[in-house]
């Protein structure tokens, strides 16, 4: 639109420079015959009418080359504009991205310190973890002794997991608590429970015999032979402790029937020592 007009100013501009110069020959038409006419005995070259002419179409000509210029230059113009727009758009969309990321990054810096903190923190409790099964575990070491040899028989492989030197294990503080807590467990089952087992004992006379034994939870067991040889056994230390005792053969040969279901349930009075 702005091209347009500039062309019909110029235009406007032409016409009327055009009837000026016509008005102004017009003006001078009379002399300039009169003077060719006396000129024209021998005289060369342009005349008055000829050289305006010239000028004319060379100043049309430089208006038009002025007109040509100042459109291209309002062209290149408009394309700078544009680029120049685009080129903002492109920075301001940068500086957004740049702070989105400046924004992501303290979000991750956060992030990742509260994991640092977290984990830490796991790692203080992992290690008082291990600490406190390690000391678990010293613990069924020593209970482990003075269990009866059925219990141990049955525990022997949950035993064999506890590790020899815990500071050089590659087991897990999960994997060894879940292993202590199986041994108590089963530790504690048996310490509510009657059981018979067949064993063999040094009798009063010094010789080797197989016995029928019975544990009374983890604190008492009893055991009679075949000919009728009893004895008491007790949990210490250093293992179980095994003493004769002739005069209660009839009572634990009487609370074995019971619990063999040979004989009618019934009060069986037999020695204990509460230690």
Same mark, same amino acid.
């Not at 020899?164 to 994997?175: F, G, I, L, W, Y």
């Not at 019971?258 to 230690?275: T, W």
């Given at each position: ?5 500039? @062309?019909? +100013?110029? &235009? &406007?501009?032409?016409? *009327?420079?055009?009837? #000026?110069? #016509? ?22 070259? =342009? ?12 100043? @049309? ?33 940068? +500086?957004?991205?740049?702070? !989105? ?14 994991? !640092?903190?977290? +984990? ?25 002794? !003075?269990?009866?040899?059925?219990v141990r028989a049955r525990l022997q492989p949950?035993?064999?997991? @506890? ?28 310490? +509510?429970? @009657? ?34 040889? #009893?004895?008491?056994?007790?949990? *210490? *230390? ?6 004769? *005792?002739?005069?209660? #053969?009839? !009572? ?16 069986? =009075?037999?020695p204990v020592k509460i230690q």
């Amino acid at each position: 639109m702005d091209a347009s007009l500039r @062309i019909s +100013n110029w &235009r &406007r501009a032409t016409g *009327t420079l055009l009837i #000026a110069t #016509a008005i102004w020959l017009a003006s001078l038409g009379p002399g300039i015959a009169q003077k060719d006419e006396g000129t024209t005995s021998g005289l060369s070259g =342009p005349t008055i009418l000829e050289e305006a002419r010239l000028k004319m179409e060379k100043w @049309i000509e430089t208006q038009q080359i002025i007109s040509k210029e100042r459109k291209d230059w309002q062209q290149g113009k408009d394309i700078l504009v544009g680029r120049l727009e685009l080129v903002q758009k492109e920075i301001a969309t940068l +500086n957004e991205k740049i702070k !989105q990321a400046e924004t992501g990054i303290e979000e991750a810096s956060k992030k990742r310190k509260d994991l !640092q903190a977290e +984990n830490d923190q796991f790692k203080a409790a992992g290690v008082q973890l291990t600490d406190a099964v390690s000391g678990m575990e010293g613990e069924v070491r020593r209970l482990f002794k !003075q269990l009866p040899d059925p219990v141990r028989a049955r525990l022997q492989p949950l035993f064999e997991r @506890i590790p020899e030197d815990p500071s050089k294990t590659r087991v897990s503080a999960a994997e060894r608590f879940q292993n202590v807590l199986g041994i108590l467990n089963e530790v504690n089952k048996a310490n +509510n429970e @009657i059981t018979v087992s067949y064993e063999v004992h040094t009798l009063a006379d010094g010789n080797p015999s197989e016995v029928k034994a019975i544990y009374v939870g983890l604190g008492q067991a009893y055991y009679v032979s075949a000919r009728g040889e #009893a004895g008491v056994g007790r949990p *210490t *230390t250093e293992g179980w402790k095994w003493e004769p *005792t002739q005069a209660s #053969a009839a !009572q634990v040969l009487m609370a074995l029937d019971i619990l063999q279901g040979k004989q009618s349930p019934a009060f069986v =009075p037999l020695p204990v020592k509460i230690q």
